[in-house]
Structures are given as structure tokens and as C-alpha cells.
């Protein structure tokens, strides 16, 4: 049963991890060369410098990457699904509504938590290849919140899919869009050092709420 | 049962969304510039005189024995401040309090400077570019590396991101022998070219001690200063000036300031009753005859003056009539039984901090509970054993549940709503 749900979500958003992947290689190589081909304009102090002092986000270029992701990856998984109401098909099958929900958002926020991790990763890979452990370090805190916002956007998207009445979307949208826009508001580094832990039990708020849709569209509320 | 958890995240979301947001947006609407007051000390009336632009932007002019001024009656009142204008109408006094005074000497011997909390609160890469002092170009320029200091004190070449061992072996060996403590609590300079000489850092060590470092002629030179480590050193601040009085200034855990003299680093205490560093904006003038001093909040706006000496000469006291006491801020809190900011002017970090309204929220509070209670008894009649946590919210968060238990509604459960009900 959760094996042939498992493959009818891979039917579903294999081709959008693969987008996901180049344009997220992209993004990297970009910012490879991007630093480098400062650091050989400008003198070297300078940029460091600038950096340092005049808090420049060099890797600005990442930010929304993650929640216009999170946000395209819940309509791929969903967005089939609710079209021509096709959902409730699977209310036939012998599973309950809530653990299937549940188990379809599991194993999508799984996928693109561990794909993210890797960009994560990358992306400071690439800082280190230029920039003192400091800097790596800076950034690694400052981007952060940019990946949780893409967890954050995933969640959200899901339940405003799942939902089918534009009451409750639009509402979703504004709590969803008002919480993320927190993550993403910044002058400077490390703005968000001492709220990951909020930011954390936000997702998993946010990730709660698609069974409350979820049981809606099954009783047909309107 | 877990739809009825997924329906309160819903809610608390909501909630919390609009404790961050509806305030802003009350803000954003009625929201009024506070007025602004700059206290300045007149050396010709010998007193506090004062400039308060009001919200509406009309300034006012006058001193604390009630005389107002107009504008160009106060700038003569302030020579130090408005020569560039008095000289141009030909009215720079020669003399003032019989010390012989004109545009370059009033220049040499000024220096300010102004220290906002939200420098005490803002984030910072450890890493820092060492300067030349006693170069033999006139001109300051910049090294090609940078410096941080854990177990030993280290110079990364930023050309090609690597150590430099022959410099950071030098420092490290200079400040081992001047009793350097690894690694530094806080490290402070001025790392900018933009400045007439370099005096390099102040970096406290893990004991306590402060020590002086800089490069004179490509070599290390490192300086326990007699600082004494009990002070409790939060923050240090450091501004080369030409006058070469002080390094800059530091601020203790007790809020006490001082200034790091170029008399073998001998501190001279500011004389600032009731001041908080974590809340209060320092201003500090320097004049030829008085060192004028002046800090405040949205709140209170204090004054003090010195002599060339920091011996006290007088000192004045401003209330100010903040946002929360006026009738705009009285409706706020009534209305909001709390807030929840994300950001502050202090701090750069974000927040969750949130902030009750006290005893006027509990009016907005109770008036809710009752629109609530006839919302949904008498209008909607439903009954009182249906939801009941739904009272609750509302009781607890007045205007912000009471929006969301409305518009986000319960449903009619049934035992399905159980995942494992089947």
C-alpha cells in the first residue's frame, strides 16, 4: 500500500526534483563565479572588508531559491491531485484520509529537506573555497532561515492545495505569508541567530494544519 | 482528535501572525514621530539650551528658564556649534568667555561622538585588518590580510584564503610576552582608512586585561594597559582624533562610561546619572571650553556638562511624552492585550518578544470575550459544551482569538476524525 503511494509520488515530482537540481547547480556556479571574478576585480581586502564591515550578502542570489522550490513542490505533489477533485479517489482506498496526508507530505518534505541539505552544504563549500571560517560560518547562519522559509513554503502550499475553499486559501496565504516573510527580512548577517528554534516550531505548526483541509475536503465542509 | 490539533495550530498561527501584524498595521496608520529634543550647552548664556522639533516638524528654541529664541538668536548662542553660519553673517565673536576663538582653533579642538544601543547589539565577523601606524606615507592603506585571535593570534592572507605564519608567530610571540591571555573577549579599533592615524585595537583578553596592539613600522607592539580587569568591560569603542585626548571609550557591565586617555591610558569617568547603555543614545560634544554630554530615550533626555577637567558643571533633565501615554498609544494597548515584536529599534537580532499591554488590555480583552460569547450563544447558538477551548483562546488573546475562532470554524466531528478510527 505505502509502497504504490510511495512510487505514485515519485511519478509526481520526479521531474520537478530534477529542475530543482540544475537550477540549484546553476545558482552554485553561478555564485563560484561570481566570487571569483570579485575577488580578481576588486582588490581582495576590499571585498573581505565589505563584507565584514558594510555586511554585504554575496550569496543573496540564494535567497528565494528555497521557498519558490518548497512553494512549486507542493503544487506538484498536490496541485494533480486536486484538479477535477481527484483527491478523493484515494478516500476509497482502505488507508485513513489524515494518515495519508500525513504520509504524502512525509515523504515530500523528506525528499526536499534532504535535497536541500546538499544545497546547504554546497553553497558553503563554495563560500570556504574563498573566504575565512568566520565568513563560512556567518553565512551558514544567515542562509538558514532562506531554507527553513522553503520548509516553511512547502507546508503552506500543501494546505492551501489541499484546501478547497478560497475562504480558508486566502487565509492560509496570509498567515503562511505573513510567518515566512519574517524569515526572509534582513539588513545584515546572522539577523536570525536567536529565533531558528521559532522558526522551527512554526514548520511544524504549519505542517500540522493540512490535516484540518484534509478532513474538510473529505466531509465536503464548505 | 487530531483535527481538532490541526484546527488549533491553525488558530495559534493565526494568532500569532496577527499579534506581530495588526499592531504594525494600527502603527503604520496613526503612528505619530515622537518629538525630538537635542540639548546643547551655551558657553555666552553659561546654561542648557534646547531644540524640540515637534512631530508636525515646527522646531522650537529655548532654554530652561523659559525664554525661546529664534533660530538665528540660538545659533549665536552656540558659537562652537553654528561658526560656519555666524561667520558668514559676520558675527563670530572673537572672544568667548575671554578665550580668543576663530573657525581652525574651534576645528582643532572639537571632537564628538554618538554611540546608539543597537551598537551594542549587532552582529559582527571576528575578523579585523591590522593598519600601519608611523607609516612613512602620509596616507593610511590597507593590508592584504586580516587577523582573528583564538588560541593564538592569526593572519590570513585574503588573496589566497591562507595563513600567514611569519606574521601571526610575530604577534602571537609580542603578545605572549606582554601576558597576553588567549583567546580575546573583545576586540576594538576603528578598521577604516578613513582617518587621520592609526592606533590599531583594544583587546580585552580572557582574563580581563585590556592590551593595546598595533603595528608600529611592520613590527608588533603590544601593551597591557593599567586597566584594571574588575572593571567588567563590555564594550570598547575606539575613534582616533587629532586632539589625541582619548583612544575612545568603553562602556562596564554597570553602564558606567568611560574614556581611554592618552595619559598612559588613565580612564576618566563620565559623570551619567541613570544611564543605560542596552536603552539610551550617547551623544558627546567636546568643545574648547566644555565637554558636553547628552543622552536619552524615547522617554527622558538628560544633559550634563563638564569642564575641561570631566569636573560636573551642571546638568538638566527632559520628560518626553512617548507613544504609549498618548491617547493614540492608550487605545493601542486596549485594544492589543499584547504585542509580539520581531524587531527592535536596539537590537539588530529578530525577536519573539512578546510585550502584554497590561491592565488597559484587559479591557479589550473582556469586551471580546463578550462578543464572543454572543457571537456564538445567542447569534450563531451553538452550544457551550461544543469546543469549549475555543472560550479559552479567546479569554487569553482577546482581539487576535477572537478573530481567529470566528473565521477559522469548527466543523461538525465525527468519530472519523480519529486517523485510526477505521
Not at chain 2, 5 to 22: D, E, K
Not at chain 2, 249 to 271: A, H, Q
Not at chain 2, 273 to 290: G, I, S
Not at chain 2, 388 to 403: M, N, R
Request: hydrophobic share 45%; glycine share 6%.
Amino acid at each position: 500500500m505505502y509502497k504504490s503511494l510511495l512510487y505514485k509520488e515519485w511519478l509526481k515530482i520526479r521531474y520537478f526534483l530534477l529542475g530543482y537540481c540544475i537550477i540549484f547547480l546553476f545558482i552554485a556556479g553561478y555564485l563560484f563565479l561570481d566570487i571569483r571574478h570579485m575577488l580578481t576585480m576588486g582588490k581582495p581586502i576590499e571585498i573581505w572588508l565589505y563584507i565584514i564591515q558594510y555586511k554585504m550578502l554575496f550569496y543573496r542570489i540564494v535567497k528565494f531559491i528555497p521557498l519558490l522550490g518548497g512553494i512549486l513542490m507542493g503544487l506538484t505533489q498536490f496541485g494533480p491531485e486536486m484538479t477535477k477533485n481527484r483527491f478523493r479517489l484515494s478516500f476509497h482506498l482502505p488507508l485513513p484520509e489524515i494518515k495519508m496526508l500525513l504520509f504524502t507530505i512525509g515523504v515530500g518534505s523528506g525528499v526536499f529537506l534532504i535535497i536541500n541539505l546538499f544545497f546547504y552544504g554546497g553553497i558553503l563549500l563554495v563560500v570556504a573555497k574563498y573566504f575565512a571560517s568566520e565568513i563560512v560560518i556567518s553565512t551558514a547562519k544567515t542562509i538558514l532561515p532562506w531554507f527553513l522559509s522553503g520548509m516553511a513554503g512547502y507546508f503552506s502550499t500543501a494546505a492551501i492545495t489541499v484546501e478547497h475553499s478560497w475562504k480558508y486559501r486566502i487565509i492560509l496565504i496570509l498567515v503562511a505569508g505573513g510567518l515566512i516573510s519574517l524569515m526572509l527580512s534582513e539588513r545584515g548577517y546572522e539577523e536570525h541567530v536567536f529565533v531558528i528554534w521559532q522558526y522551527i516550531i512554526i514548520i511544524v505548526m504549519l505542517a500540522v494544519t493540512i490535516i484540518f483541509p484534509g478532513y474538510r475536503l473529505r466531509k465536503g465542509s464548505k | 482528535m487530531p483535527t481538532k490539533i490541526s484546527r488549533y495550530m491553525f488558530i495559534l498561527l493565526f494568532i500569532l501572525m496577527a499579534a506581530v501584524y495588526l499592531p504594525e498595521f494600527y502603527w503604520k496608520i496613526f503612528g505619530r514621530r515622537p518629538d525630538y529634543i537635542a540639548v546643547q550647552y551655551s558657553p555666552i548664556v553659561r546654561q542648557f539650551v534646547i531644540q524640540r522639533t515637534l512631530s508636525y516638524m515646527k522646531t522650537e528654541y529655548f532654554d530652561l528658564k523659559g525664554n525661546s529664541y529664534s533660530q538665528i538668536e540660538f545659533e549665536k548662542l552656540l558659537p562652537f556649534h553654528y561658526y560656519l553660519d555666524l561667520d558668514k553673517w559676520n558675527i563670530l565673536p572673537e572672544k568667548v568667555q575671554n578665550i580668543p576663538i576663530d573657525i581652525s582653533t574651534i576645528r582643532k579642538k572639537s571632537q564628538h561622538f554618538f554611540q546608539r544601543p543597537v551598537n551594542l547589539h549587532d552582529s559582527s565577523i571576528q575578523l579585523f585588518p591590522l593598519f600601519g601606524s608611523e607609516l612613512d606615507f602620509a596616507r593610511i592603506v590597507l593590508p592584504d590580510e586580516v587577523f582573528r585571535i583564538n588560541d593564538r593570534m592569526e593572519f590570513i592572507d585574503v588573496r589566497k584564503n591562507i595563513i600567514n605564519e611569519g606574521r601571526t608567530s610575530d604577534f602571537t610571540a609580542a603578545l605572549k610576552n606582554a601576558g597576553f591571555a588567549f583567546p580575546a573577549k573583545i576586540i576594538a579599533g576603528n578598521p577604516t582608512i578613513r582617518k587621520p592615524f592609526d592606533e590599531g585595537y583594544f583587546i580585552v583578553d580572557a582574563a580581563g586585561s585590556v592590551f593595546h596592539v598595533k603595528t608600529i613600522k611592520n613590527k608588533p607592539f603590544c601593551k597591557k594597559t593599567a586597566i584594571s580587569p574588575d572593571l567588567g568591560i563590555r564594550y570598547i569603542s575606539i575613534a582616533e582624533d587629532q586632539r589625541r585626548e582619548f583612544y575612545g571609550y568603553l562602556f562596564t557591565n554597570s553602564d558606567e562610561v568611560y574614556l581611554i586617555t592618552y595619559d598612559n591610558y588613565k580612564l576618566i569617568r563620565l559623570p551619567l546619572k541613570d544611564f543605560t547603555a542596552d536603552e539610551m543614545t550617547l551623544r558627546f560634544f567636546a568643545d574648547p571650553l566644555y565637554r558636553v554630554i547628552s543622552y536619552f530615550n524615547s522617554e527622558k533626555t538628560y544633559g550634563v556638562v563638564t569642564d575641561l577637567k570631566y569636573n560636573l558643571v551642571d546638568s538638566c533633565f527632559m520628560d518626553m511624552v512617548p507613544f504609549e501615554k498618548t491617547m493614540i498609544g492608550r487605545i493601542d494597548k486596549g485594544l492589543f492585550p499584547f504585542k509580539i515584536e520581531t524587531e527592535s529599534e536596539n537590537s539588530i537580532y529578530k525577536s519573539f518578544r512578546l510585550r502584554p499591554s497590561g491592565n488597559l488590555g484587559l479591557i479589550g480583552m473582556a469586551v471580546s470575550l463578550l462578543l464572543f460569547v454572543f457571537i456564538k450563544y445567542v447569534y450563531r447558538r451553538e452550544k457551550l459544551s461544543d469546543n469549549p477551548l475555543d472560550l479559552v483562546i479567546v479569554a487569553l488573546t482577546g482581539i487576535y482569538g477572537l478573530l481567529a475562532v470566528l473565521v477559522i470554524r469548527p466543523e461538525i466531528w465525527d468519530k472519523s476524525a480519529d486517523p485510526f478510527g477505521y
